[in-house]
């Protein structure tokens, strides 16, 4: 590919940002997490765009790269508010409980 094509694509993948961030809506990406998904959906299809090989094909391609990212994100943001909740449950359970009652349950033994 020669530099005048991929500086040609890499102009197209500049004017598909609406349409990027369309996707993040579409893929229910946290308003939070929405930038990060944008900008990694952008480094990817940079990084790669020598490798498209149909020009025409670049939306469905950045709807692959979305759809990746978004999910990659997604779970992480599970994962974290998984362990968040956890950690809320957990703090207010030993809030409950007083000092002596926690040490109590704790098994001190060498099993």
């Known amino acids: 590919?020669?530099?005048?094509?991929?500086?040609?694509?890499?102009?197209?993948?500049?004017?598909?940002y609406d349409k990027i961030l369309g996707l993040t809506y579409h893929f229910g990406?946290?308003?939070?997490?929405?930038d990060d998904v944008v900008q990694e959906?952008?480094?990817?299809?940079?990084?790669?765009?020598?490798?498209?090989r149909d020009?025409?094909?670049?939306?469905s391609w950045l709807y692959k790269i979305a759809m990746?990212?978004?999910?990659r994100?997604?779970?992480?943001?599970?994962r974290r508010e998984d362990k968040e909740l956890l950690?809320?449950?957990?703090?207010?359970?030993?809030d409950r409980i007083s000092a002596e009652e926690y040490a109590s349950k704790i098994d001190f033994s060498d099993e």
């Open 87 to 94: 950690y809320e449950s957990c703090e207010q359970e030993l």
């Open 1 to 16: 590919m020669t530099e005048k094509e991929l500086s040609e694509r890499r102009a197209v993948l500049c004017e598909k």
């Open 55 to 59: 020009i025409e094909s670049m939306d």
């Open 41 to 52: 959906v952008f480094v990817a299809a940079y990084l790669h765009l020598h490798q498209l």
């Open 68 to 71: 990746r990212k978004a999910g």
């Open 73 to 78: 994100i997604g779970r992480k943001s599970k």
């Open 29 to 34: 990406v946290a308003d939070s997490d929405r």
